[in-house]
């Protein structure tokens, strides 16, 4: 429940009005004066939904853009700008954007939020500041102080109303405004009617009394007052939490203050009726912006000391003990900030970066089980960033660091993290096992490339090199993972055993299951499907009780193919990493099509084909574009859906996928006996060829097509189980034989490239090509990018020339 917001009727209305005309209104307003509380009440009054950001500690554009995204649930894909990404995300959506306490003169953010409303039609954003950014989207309203009773005017108003409610809260005694009306008078003076000193002087009224309470002329004062009436462990508390730029949970504030935690909570507790500090409903500790400030400036040598070794203290407990234990469901998770900053500070000093590369090392199984592969990668790359750490943590750190930028960033730029653990490994105590360790990560990200040659050399690799078997399973789990797609089902199945341990113990749990979802994957793709259902359901029980967030996700992704009734997990899709999401994105789009909703399974397969090009996911191209396909030939958009057959047979080709072109032969088949075209039933032929040598079973789409195969496929179509080398362009002359169009500069586009270059061409702006396309802005985005990358341009207007020019 919002405190009230006492004497702001007339600003609330003057705000309520700047809203209704402007997409942009700033709130301009000394410290103390309650921007944020009025900004509160009125968007608490708004149909829209605020979307909060304190931007009080933010100091560059860059991190104004990123916790903008965070609070939206929006982040970029790779290749996207910040921006870009803030304008997709705000754009026709019922939002109202609030950043609390920016800084608009730091961060130079005015331009950045002009640009964005200027490329949006519906983005709304308020802004509490000290100044204005002089933008000409920009509506100001000013917030100055409560007035104050003058000499002879009757005491009341809001400011008396305020500073007498304080008292009340602070135990004070009760105020006797006729024999007491001097010192009321002169403590509200003092105060300048800024709602936070009333506050502070009335917490010290209640404390010493009216007359002897200090005239305070300023919040400095204010708190400097404050804490001379403190107790001494009261005031160590104030200032060493002045020194956290971010909220703090009671276990973290212990360690801080070097006390117990009922100890910790009565201190924390006696500076929050003090209105010097704030708790939240998780019971976390803040302080206002200009309280923080003051209080940092008091705090002494001792204090920066205590706060430094108190934060590393409860980062050394609370990490794990091994540095491949783990779970979602840590602890420390809860207060991630605090543990972002302990990392950060031990690692930014000589004496204690060994201490922090441990931290960060230990913490990092817990972060990539809980996919939350940015914060892994911030608090990694700022670790190595602060210099070398011990060569075997070294590499370890290094090489967890390229996990996550693969993950948030793209599939290939974790590469140069991993060249640095390799760096780190010269110097190791034995280093050919971090080698072998890093070159199994370089073959899992491969793997997820798709360029599964790279990756078995990679996995092999890493066992020749290492020594002990330290990194036998995860190489071996890779390899199974990689036998699999190829349909090497027997070689999958060993590899799958072998790696399976005789005892599973605590930092090998996710390999298992793991493994085990392969198995179930197998069976699958081998038309043992209650075999299937079964291990996948076992292995999505099991890790949910593990917290094993992550395999369990992917496990479940497939359940959900599988089983229909399965309920699944509730999980905020834009938070995912990407190697996640876009399977999970992928099943939502089928989920669609079974639903008979063509049109919109269509946009999210769009979506995902665009992501996972972005991303280099190879894998998850393919399986997208066979949704995306299958989908077109509901629509009856059969140009389309040949196209982007043609575009997944080449991929499984060049990838080795041969299951998959099976798959995407069977659509090919389709699309030809609905054109008539005479060679459907080879097509079918050719898909029958690729499954058999591997005992695999038609399933999914693949058995929503029932065209009956010829006899054999033609052999100039095949060498031995795969598809030959001339397999593609032969294919494709089926389906391009009828074209006789002059050629044109345009043919090295798609077909959905070309919709959206007409579209181009015809004045339309990303998000109405969009909407006629039934795909986000984000996919029409992704394929302009592709677009000027083909015909070497980089203008809509360039693009909408060559496109009447060759029409």
Not at 17 to 34: F, I, M, Q, Y
Not at 169 to 198: C, F, K, M, S
Not at 313 to 334: C, F, Q, R, V
Not at 523 to 532: F, K, N, S
Request: aromatic share 4%; net charge negative.
């Amino acid at each position: 429940m919002l405190s009230p917001c006492l004497g702001r009727e007339d600003v609330q209305r003057a705000l309520h009005e700047a809203l209704d005309e402007s997409r942009w209104v700033t709130v301009v307003g000394p410290p103390g004066s309650g921007k944020t509380l009025l900004v509160r009440h009125v968007a608490a009054a708004s149909v829209a939904v605020a979307s909060w950001v304190d931007a009080r500690n933010l100091r560059t554009i860059d991190d104004v853009l990123v916790a903008a995204l965070e609070s939206l649930e929006s982040e970029t894909a790779p290749g996207d700008s910040l921006t870009g990404a803030l304008g997709r995300a705000v754009d026709g959506r019922e939002c109202l954007l609030v950043l609390d306490g920016l800084d608009l003169d730091t961060t130079e953010a005015g331009p950045v939020l002009q640009s964005v409303l200027e490329a949006t039609s519906d983005a709304r954003v308020v802004v509490t500041a000290l100044t204005t950014a002089g933008q000409p989207a920009e509506s100001v309203v000013r917030v100055g102080p409560l007035p104050v009773p003058a000499q002879r005017a009757p005491l009341e108003g809001p400011a008396v109303e305020l500073f007498l409610r304080r008292i009340r809260a602070a135990g004070g005694q009760q105020v006797d405004l006729a024999e007491q009306a001097h010192e009321v008078r002169r403590l509200l003076r003092a105060t300048g009617g800024l709602p936070l000193l009333i506050e502070q002087v009335a917490v010290q009224s209640a404390l010493v009394g009216l007359s002897n309470a200090m005239s305070a002329v300023s919040l400095d004062q204010a708190v400097d007052s404050a804490h001379d009436l403190l107790d001494e462990a009261s005031a160590a508390a104030l200032r060493r939490i002045g020194l956290l730029d971010f909220q703090v949970g009671l276990g973290v504030l212990a360690h801080v203050l070097d006390a117990s935690v009922p100890e910790t909570a009565e201190l924390a507790g006696n500076l929050v009726r003090r209105s010097l500090l704030e708790v939240d409903t998780r019971g976390h500790f803040d302080m206002l912006s200009p309280i923080r400030g003051r209080a940092r400036a008091l705090a002494r040598p001792d204090d920066v000391a205590a706060v430094r070794a108190g934060l590393l203290a409860w980062a050394e407990t609370h990490a794990p003990a091994h540095d491949n234990y783990g779970a979602a469901d840590a602890e420390w998770l809860g207060d991630l900030p605090a543990m972002r900053h302990a990392v950060l500070m031990a690692c930014a000093e000589p004496e204690t970066r060994a201490d922090g590369y441990s931290v960060a090392n230990r913490i990092f199984s817990s972060l990539y089980t809980s996919m939350r592969a940015r914060e892994a990668v911030e608090i990694l790359e700022g670790a190595l960033a602060s210099g070398d750490g011990p060569p075997g943590i070294g590499a370890q750190v290094a090489r967890r660091a390229g996990i996550a930028a693969s993950e948030m960033r793209g599939t290939y730029e974790g590469l140069w993290l991993l060249d640095r653990a390799d760096q780190h490994a010269s110097s190791a105590p034995r280093p050919e096992e971090q080698l072998a360790k890093t070159a199994s990560i370089r073959a899992e990200m491969h793997l997820d490339a798709g360029d599964l040659a790279s990756a078995e050399a990679e996995a092999t690799r890493a066992l020749s090199l290492d020594p002990d078997g330290s990194i036998r399973r995860q190489a071996t789990r890779t390899l199974a993972d990689l036998y699999t797609s190829q349909g090497r089902f027997d070689e999958a199945t060993r590899a799958a055993t072998d790696a399976m341990p005789a005892r599973t113990t605590r930092d090998e749990r996710w390999i298992d299951l793991s493994l085990r979802t392969l198995l179930a994957r197998i069976a699958l793709e081998q038309g043992r499907i209650a075999e299937a259902v079964a291990g996948t359901r076992a292995v999505v029980v099991e890790a949910r009780e593990l917290a094993e967030d992550r395999v369990g996700l992917l496990a479940e992704t497939l359940l959900r193919n599988l089983d229909p009734t399965w309920v699944p997990t509730d999980v905020v899709r834009e938070t995912l990493p990407w190697a996640v999401r876009l399977p999970v994105l992928a099943q939502d789009g089928r989920d669609l099509l079974a639903k008979g909703d063509a049109k919109r399974a269509a946009g999210l397969a769009a979506d995902v084909v665009a992501l996972a090009d972005s991303a280099r996911l190879g894998r998850d191209g393919v399986d997208a574009r066979l949704l995306l396909g299958r989908a077109l030939v509901d629509l009856g958009d059969l140009d389309q859906a040949t196209t982007t057959y043609l575009t997944a047979l080449d991929h499984c080709h060049t990838m080795r996928l041969p299951l998959r072109a099976a798959d995407v032969l069977d659509g090919l088949a389709g699309v030809a006996r609905a054109r008539d075209l005479p060679e459907a039933r080879s097509l079918a032929a050719a898909a029958f060829a690729l499954r058999t040598p591997r005992k695999a079973a038609r399933w999914g789409y693949s058995a929503d097509y029932d065209v009956v195969p010829a006899t054999r496929a033609p052999a100039e179509w095949l060498d031995g189980d795969d598809l030959s080398a001339d397999a593609v362009p032969l294919i494709t002359a089926v389906f391009n034989r009828t074209a006789s169009a002059r050629p044109s500069v345009l043919d090295a586009l798609t077909a959905a490239e070309r919709q959206v270059a007409e579209r181009v061409a015809h004045g339309l702006t990303s998000r109405q090509i969009a909407e006629e396309l039934y795909v986000s802005p984000r996919t029409v985005d992704a394929h302009l990018t592709h677009i000027y990358r083909k015909l070497d341009i980089n203008t809509r207007a360039r693009l909408a020339a060559l496109v009447v020019d060759n029409r």
